[in-house]
């Protein structure tokens, strides 16, 4: 064989690898990127303004945090063929099933509700009223189930996850240092002013931000229902990856552009960054608000779906994207109902919003620790895993990270309730 | 009908506890102490959110 017979083997193989990387890929990257979601936006705009550049290094940390966490789920899903939610009724019986499926339903119900929050905050810098913005967002997500076909949900979702890049602009607009992003990037260090309370809270909250309990059950919902199988797992790890670096690009984006238009300047969310932002540079500013409005909308589908997907399969309904309105109605009808609810919340004058948003932390600090130590012993059970258990490095990483997340995020709920205990 | 709606649902409902009456889960020592644990955290956890409630509410 010459040079050239080999080469052109070697671009057959790799063109047939991308085929089926791209047939495979897709909850990965829609999982991570939605994971930058309303919250997430709000967290990455305060640490910015708070901090500047600073942690940019912890935000690289929490990329294969997350990785790791997720890759269980492609796993999973791809062995068992089932859902995160049937897969804990039939690994840990009844009363750990409903516990972690009402905890989902309520902690993804109280975060749909803080989407709606973020996608009228971001519209209503373009002067759009609240209500037309949340029937807008009942609109779009109507439609984009409305198919019946998985496919052409996966490339709307992508396509929303593409304008969440439209941060990566305005990073470059505001000709950022190249020498400190590298410093703060690979430096780990506090901020001046070192180690405080208010310090340690923004990191808990980024965590918080980066593993959510309803991304464990939405990607390997997605994964069962796009047909991944065991050989896709390899496909579906390299799209896992992927979507945790654009996470992480996204979420360092937004710390470089607060960081340096809003550096010390008092900031409660992203809709306030973005108008502050608005008189130093409107193009930001817009970017900043679409990005917001982007996040909201593309966590309010993720979040809405993996309650769907939780229930049906739970209640043995049809509860498949690639099933017919009138095929799989009680999965619809969820999706719906969580919509409806979750917008005509936002819409009550005088809403507690605050304190939804309070609540959503409490409540998912109960769900993350159980859901991620229910995912390592399922991980770890040769007879539903086969040859694709955890090894025993996959152990110590996840064992290690999931053990560090669990005080962490239990420190975050009780500061949460409790402000004044690590003052 | 929303007599029948609730009576479908119940009767779904422990058509769903029967299936799932026994952890399929080989309950191994670690599995076991793992859900242990798991419990105190969350009636701990609980606990203090309840005492929060109470206090919040005097």
């Known amino acids: ?423 | 009908m929303i007599k029948d709606y609730f009576n479908s649902s119940y009767a779904k409902i422990r058509e769903i506890n029967k299936k799932y009456k026994t952890p399929n889960i080989e309950m191994s020592k670690w599995v076991k102490v793992s859900l242990l644990l798991l419990r105190l955290y969350l009636f701990t956890l609980i606990g203090l959110s309840i005492y929060k409630f109470i206090t919040l509410l005097k």
């Open chain 1, 1 to 423: 064989m010459n040079i050239f017979t080999r080469l052109y083997y070697r671009y057959r193989r790799m063109s047939k690898a991308m085929r089926l990387f791209l047939l495979a890929a897709g909850p990965g990257i829609i999982v991570m990127v939605a994971d930058n979601d309303a919250g997430g936006i709000t967290t990455y705009t305060v640490t910015g303004a708070k901090y500047g550049m600073h942690l940019l290094w912890f935000l690289i940390l929490l990329g294969p945090v997350a990785y790791y966490v997720q890759e269980m789920t492609v796993r999973l899903g791809a062995v068992t063929k089932r859902g995160h939610a049937e897969a804990i009724f039939s690994a840990f019986g009844r009363f750990w099933g409903w516990f972690s499926l009402m905890d989902l339903v309520l902690t993804d119900w109280l975060t749909m509700i803080t989407e709606f929050i973020g996608m009228t905050a971001a519209l209503s810098i373009f002067n759009i009223p609240p209500i037309v913005t949340v029937v807008i967002c009942w609109i779009i997500m109507g439609a984009m189930i409305s198919t019946g076909r998985y496919w052409t949900w996966e490339k709307i979702a992508l396509f929303f996850c593409g304008l969440n890049l439209i941060y990566i602009p305005a990073a470059f607009m505001v000709h950022p240092s190249v020498k400190d992003i590298a410093f703060n990037s690979v430096v780990p260090h506090f901020p001046p002013g070192g180690f405080t309370n208010e310090l340690f809270f923004l990191l808990m909250a980024n965590i918080g931000t980066t593993i959510a309990p309803w991304m464990l059950f939405f990607q390997q919902s997605s994964v069962v229902d796009k047909g991944l199988h065991e050989k896709d797992i390899k496909f579906g790890k390299i799209d896992t990856a992927i979507g945790s670096v654009l996470t992480v690009v996204v979420a360092m984006v937004l710390i470089i552009v607060c960081g340096i238009l809003l550096y010390g300047v008092p900031v409660d969310d992203a809709a306030v960054a973005a108008r502050q932002i608005m008189p130093q540079s409107s193009i930001i500013g817009t970017l900043i608000a679409i990005g917001l409005f982007d996040a909201g909308l593309l966590g309010a589908i993720c979040i809405s779906l993996a309650s769907s997907w939780a229930f049906g399969e739970v209640f043995g309904w049809a509860h498949s994207l690639n099933a017919k309105v009138r095929e799989a109605p009680w999965f619809y009808a969820y999706y719906v109902f969580d919509l409806l609810l979750a917008g005509t919340v936002v819409l009550i004058p005088g809403a507690p919003l605050v304190l939804i948003t309070l609540f959503v932390q409490v409540i998912a600090t109960t769900l993350l620790p159980a859901a991620l130590v229910f995912l390592i012993l399922l991980l770890n059970d040769k007879k539903t895993m086969g040859e694709y258990v955890n090894t025993r490095w996959q152990n110590i990483v996840n064992i290690g990270i999931v053990a560090v997340i669990i005080v962490l995020s239990t420190l975050y709920g009780v500061s949460t309730l409790f402000p004044d205990m690590f003052k």
